[in-house]
């Protein structure tokens, strides 16, 4: 295997390159500060996204409270129009006692007249 790493400068399990004259280890590398400030980064990082992920629930949460308030339904993301659900194996006394159990809680449809 170190024939395949011996094209990287130093990969190769070889004889590490001499730095130039004049320069020592510490001048080349990020030193201390360098890593405190990557980490400090990646602490601020952390802490904004959990602040965001609290504040996009927060506002979810009160945009389902005010729809349920305004008697509106929530809205999703990825919801399905009504007519495209059909419940499978369900009766039509069924289906009739579920469509009094919503306009019960809801309010007669909108599409349907009132009878």
């Known amino acids: ?3 395949l790493t011996n094209w990287w400068p130093g990969g190769g399990g070889g004889e590490t390159p001499e730095l130039r004259p004049g320069l020592e ?3 080349i590398s990020p030193g201390i500060e ?6 400090l980064i990646v602490v601020l990082l952390v802490i ?9 629930r927060r506002m979810k949460y009160r945009s389902q409270v005010e729809a349920e308030y305004a008697g ?4 999703f993301p990825h919801e399905v129009a009504e007519a495209e659900i059909t419940p499978a194996g369900i009766s039509e006394a069924q289906q009739r006692a579920r469509d009094a159990a919503a306009e019960a809680r809801f309010g ?8």
């Open 34 to 39: 360098g890593f405190l400030f990557t980490a």
């Open 1 to 3: 295997m170190p024939a």
């Open 25 to 27: 280890e510490s001048d």
């Open 72 to 75: 509106e339904e929530t809205e």
């Open 48 to 56: 904004v996204v959990r602040d965001m992920a609290k504040r996009m």
């Open 108 to 115: 007669p449809r909108k599409d349907q007249p009132e009878s």
